[in-house]
C-alpha cells in the first residue's frame, strides 16, 4: 500500500478531459502517473473527466479511480464538449500546480519536468507551443495557422500562435480562470486574458495515441466562433464598414441615376437595380446574422445555467478531507471494496 501525504492540496493535479478515449486511458495513466511520480513523488492527484463517453471510458475511469488512491473520476452527465469537460475537471482539481492535458496523448506528459522548471524560475502559466505537428492532416494544420492569425487580428488580447490547452497553471492563475462564469469558453484565450507571467515551452505536438480527432469540422467551426465572439466585438462592427461601404457604391449609383434621367435614358438599369438589391439584402442578412450571434450568446448567459452537470465523482481516497466533507451523511462504500462515491448531483455554476 502507498503511503501518500494527505493535505488537502497535493502538490500537482493532472486535469484531462476524455471523450471515447478507451485506447488511449491506459497509457494515458500509464504515463502521466509515471511523469507525475518522477517530479512530486507521490503528492499528485489526477482528474479524469468523462465527457459522456459511449464506448469502455467510463468503466476504465472508474476502476482506476477506485484502485488508484491518486485518481479522481468526474463522469458528467452528457457530453458538453472539450472546454466545459475541461472547465469542470478545472474546477474540481486541488493541486498548487494544475497541469492540463488531453487524453489522447499528442502532447507527451514527460515534458512536465520542464514545465515545473520554468514555472520555478517565477512563470505563472506555462504553455506548450508546438513547433511541429505530427500525423495531422494538411487541412487541419492549414486551417489553425489561418484561425490564429485571423483571430489575433480581431481580438485585443494576444493569443500565442500553435498553442493548445497543454499548459501548467499555478494555482493563483487557476483560482482566477475559475471565476469566468462564461458559457461559451475558448479556455487557452481566457488564460492568456488573465496576465501574469505566461512563458512558452516549444514541443513538437504528435499523433493521435489511438483513435479518430474528436474535433470533427463542425465542432471546429463552433469553437472558431467562440473564440472570436467571446473576445472581440468586432464582427459587430462590421456594419458599419459594410454601411459605409454600400453608401459610397450608392452615390456613385445616384450620380449615374440622374445623369440616365437627364439623358432621358430611364427604362434601362434592370441589373444594376437587381445587383443593388442583392448586395444590399446580402449585407444585411450577414450583419443581422452577426447580430443574433451576440444576442444569442446574451440570451444563453443570462439565464444562468450551470456550465455543466456532474452525475458522478468516484476517489478511492477516503482518508481525504474533501471527500470525506463532502460525503458526510451519504457514504456509499462501493460494493466492490473500497471505492467511495458521491452520487450527489454537483453542478458547475462558478
Ligand atoms: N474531448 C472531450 N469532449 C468532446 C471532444 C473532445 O472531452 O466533445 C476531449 C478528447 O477526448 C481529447 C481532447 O478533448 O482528450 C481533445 O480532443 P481531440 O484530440 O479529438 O482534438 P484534436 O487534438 O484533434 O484537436
Ligand atoms: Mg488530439
Known amino acids: 500500500m502507498e503511503t501518500r501525504k494527505k493535505t488537502a492540496r497535493p502538490a500537482l493535479s493532472v486535469v484531462s478531459p476524455c471523450f471515447n478515449e478507451e485506447e488511449s486511458l491506459p497509457e494515458l495513466y500509464r504515463r502521466v502517473s509515471a511523469a507525475c511520480r518522477e517530479q512530486v513523488g507521490d503528492d499528485y492527484e489526477i482528474v479524469l473527466v468523462d465527457d459522456g463517453s459511449s464506448d469502455a471510458s467510463r468503466t476504465i475511469i472508474r476502476d482506476l479511480a477506485e484502485t488508484d488512491p491518486h485518481v479522481v473520476g468526474v463522469f458528467l452527465s452528457r457530453n458538453y464538449g472539450h472546454q466545459i469537460a475541461l472547465t469542470s475537471g478545472l474546477h474540481i482539481c486541488r493541486g498548487d500546480r494544475t ?187 450577414l450583419m443581422l446574422g452577426v447580430i443574433g450571434e451576440y444576442l444569442g450568446r446574451l440570451y444563453m448567459q443570462s439565464k444562468n445555467r450551470p456550465l455543466y452537470i456532474i452525475q458522478d465523482i468516484v476517489r478511492s481516497d477516503p482518508d481525504d478531507p474533501a471527500t470525506a466533507e463532502k460525503d458526510s451523511g451519504r457514504k456509499s462504500a462501493r460494493a466492490r471494496g473500497k471505492g467511495v462515491r458521491k452520487s450527489a448531483m454537483l453542478s458547475g455554476s462558478h
Not at 153 to 164: A, C, E, F, S
Open 99 to 285: 497541469l492540463i492535458i488531453d487524453a489522447d496523448l499528442q502532447d507527451p506528459p514527460e515534458l512536465l519536468g520542464d514545465m515545473i522548471r520554468l514555472m520555478d524560475a517565477g512563470a505563472d502559466v506555462v504553455y506548450g507551443k508546438r513547433t511541429a505537428r505530427q500525423g495531422e492532416s494538411r487541412f487541419k494544420r492549414f486551417s489553425a495557422g489561418a484561425f490564429y492569425r485571423l483571430l489575433n487580428r480581431v481580438i485585443d488580447i494576444d493569443i500565442p500562435t500553435d498553442t493548445g490547452d497543454f499548459r501548467l497553471m499555478s494555482r493563483r492563475s487557476l483560482d482566477e480562470l475559475n471565476r469566468m462564469p462564461e458559457q461559451h469558453r475558448f479556455i487557452r484565450g481566457m488564460v492568456s486574458w488573465l496576465g501574469f507571467r505566461q512563458v512558452p515551452l516549444e514541443y513538437v505536438r504528435e499523433k493521435r495515441f489511438a483513435g479518430e480527432t474528436k474535433y470533427p469540422l463542425r465542432k471546429m467551426i463552433h469553437f472558431a466562433i467562440d473564440a472570436i465572439a467571446g473576445f472581440s466585438i468586432v464582427p459587430l462592427r462590421l456594419s458599419v464598414f459594410l454601411g459605409l461601404f454600400c453608401a459610397l457604391i450608392g452615390a456613385v449609383f445616384l450620380v449615374y441615376t440622374i445623369h440616365g434621367y437627364l439623358v432621358g435614358n430611364t427604362i434601362q438599369g434592370w441589373t444594376t437595380t437587381m445587383t443593388a438589391v442583392l448586395v444590399l439584402g446580402g449585407g444585411q442578412l
